[in-house]
């Protein structure tokens, strides 16, 4: 059953909590990039894919991979909130023996459908996936999440001419465009600008949204659904740390884990944003 905008603006709310008490607790991590594609994973995985957490590895499930593997705090935080593992895991990650790595790896059980780690990697798979689903003459689809700094590697532009030559129309990139990236402003670092007419000169459906926008967000999810014999590639204008006001739009907390008084200062700010407030 579909939720509501309330409904899904307090999972998205309950996951940014459990990201900053996870990251806390780890010492290590990346809260920025993690916060901020929250929404995006909240409209995935509570009213877009056909997924099953009793059946995480049920054979057409669709398929989701996150490329840019750094923010998987957000994704294990995810498929808790959705029901794939108990939320008292997540207080493990980055720990030794723990199932929740600081990148994530390939674990069905939990709902992760990739290893990841290298940026520009999990594109490839990706396209991969989705050309299996055709040759199978399968009906899933494959998300796949990248970052706009990930975009300077070659890696993501090889597997965007492949996806156009081989018509994945199951196939949907969400690319996070927070405009910073390890150590500052993309912009700075390697500029991409412009965006959209890059990856339209390379043929694939492009769409513009507000990242933290759910309307917005489930109807370009739903032009990609009917967009016939290419890739769509769905470029979300996020804020990094979203949520957190210490956080938001600043680069130096790409891969800053809060301390105690941040990570009171960060509830403090994410209980203000409660639907029952």
């Not at 309330?6 to 459990?18: G, M, T, V």
């Not at 895991?89 to 990739?114: D, Y």
């Not at 016939?228 to 739009?249: H, L, R």
């Amino acid at each position: 059953m579909l939720l509501e905008i309330s409904e899904l603006q307090q999972k998205a709310n309950n996951i940014r909590k459990s990201i900053v008490n996870m990251l806390y607790a780890a010492g290590s991590g990346h809260p920025g990039g993690s916060l901020g594609i929250t929404d995006l994973l909240t409209a995935l995985y509570f009213n877009e894919m056909r997924i099953n957490p009793k059946d995480p590895d049920m054979p057409d499930r669709d398929r989701f991979v996150l490329s840019g593997a750094h923010m998987v705090p957000a994704l294990y935080a995810t498929l808790a909130e959705a029901g794939f593992f108990p939320k008292e895991e997540l207080i493990t990650l980055r720990k030794f023996g723990s199932r929740l790595q600081g990148h994530c790896v390939r674990n069905l059980e939990l709902g992760v459908e990739t290893t990841g780690g290298s940026l520009g990697q999990g594109v490839s798979i990706a396209c991969g996936m989705a050309l299996a689903a055709k040759l199978d003459k399968k009906e899933r689809r494959v998300y796949c999440l990248l970052g706009d700094g990930e975009s300077n590697e070659g890696s993501v532009w090889e597997a965007a001419m492949f996806g156009h030559k081989y018509q994945l129309d199951n196939l949907v990139f969400i690319l996070d465009r927070n405009q910073i990236q390890l150590s500052g402003s993309s912009n700075d670092i390697m500029p991409m600008d412009p965006m959209d007419a890059k990856w339209q000169a390379f043929n694939w459906e492009v769409i513009t949204v507000a990242g933290h926008k759910f309307e917005e967000i489930f109807a370009a999810l739903q032009k990609a659904r009917e967009t016939k014999n290419c890739p769509t590639i769905i470029i979300a204008n996020t804020i990094a740390g979203k949520g957190v006001s210490f956080m938001e739009g600043k680069w130096q907390w790409h891969g800053k884990t809060p301390n105690a008084e941040e990570l009171n200062i960060a509830l403090a700010d994410l209980n203000k944003l409660d639907a029952t407030n």
